[in-house]
């Protein structure tokens, strides 16, 4: 079995990217992802727009990477999709179109779950990439999420800690729309961040017992924070634009990195591999090479292409679950809220 060529055709459509890519067994030969630029002018995702979006993405898309992999449709093995969680429109949009294509080809269907996808990303055989050990700790950041997960095994994870309201991309995101920065702020943080003093203006970390996370407090101090100070003083933001984003960013990284300590702390496992669009952040970045250097941790990113959301790390569970045969049927459906082991 495992000599075989195996070809998964794996289908991403849970928020607001449409992707499909083709591996064979764990590399990967194609990974498209049609991005949707309409949400950029309502400054967020609009989940009817993101459903109407994937419609039309998902037949080119999935024609792109099976062009790009020069396979035929006729040599795939199998069809993965997110199943979810995510918005219960656009998943509907992926896993009918899973559903329909493995029927007409007569070959088998393979659900999975999109946060379990972030995590075994790190099993893409990708030569710049190093795959992690058991056990480790994976956690997810991204618009969408923020999670720690003790993963024991590939379909062996616990999740230890989440956020109990915004995710920590939408943290970066929201605070930056606060500063006039456009949607997604995230990266024009991280670039005004690397110019400013991170000690500059002081946000105050939420309290959240254990390791789970909360960022809505944040927000609201930074909007308090710049009211006031504009009233002072109108150009205030433009005036201080580097300090404000690397003291945002300061506090956000503050509040991942003490988590992580806690998770390590209570675990006793020190390897992290982390996914999700945040994981581009410079700062975070660096903070974890500091933490390999002063506290002996294993630390691994993958590259970012399999960061964002993406369906190649769909792909990577649907080649490790085709090697199990857990295979699904034909009334499987769309699931919103899916946690990781359920
Ligand atoms: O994984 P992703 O592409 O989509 C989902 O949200 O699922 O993540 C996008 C998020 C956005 O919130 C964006 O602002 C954030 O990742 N992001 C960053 C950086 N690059 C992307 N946040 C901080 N620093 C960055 N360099
Ligand atoms: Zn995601």
Redesign the pocket.
Known sequence: MVNKKIYILAIESS?D?TSAAILCNTKVLSNVVATQEIHKQYGGVVPELASRAHQQNIVPVVHQALAKANIDKKQLSAIAFTRGPGLMGSLLVGASFAKSLSLGLNIPLIEVNHMEAHILAHFIDDESMTVPEFPFLGMTI????TQIVRVNNYFDMEVLGETLDD?V??A??KSAKLMGLPY????L??KNAQLGNPRAFDFPKPKVEGLNFSFSGLKTSILYFLQRETKKNPDFVAENINDICASVQYTILEILMDKLKLAVKQTGIQQIAIG???A???GIRERLKEAEETLGWKTYIPKFQY???NAAMIGIVGYLKFLEKQFTDQSVGAKARYAIGS
Do not use: K, M, Y
């Open positions: 928020c990217d991204s618009g969408g999420h995710a991309g939408e970066f995101d997604p702020g995230g990266p943080v991280d999700g669009g945040v581009a952040n410079s960061c964002t959301d």
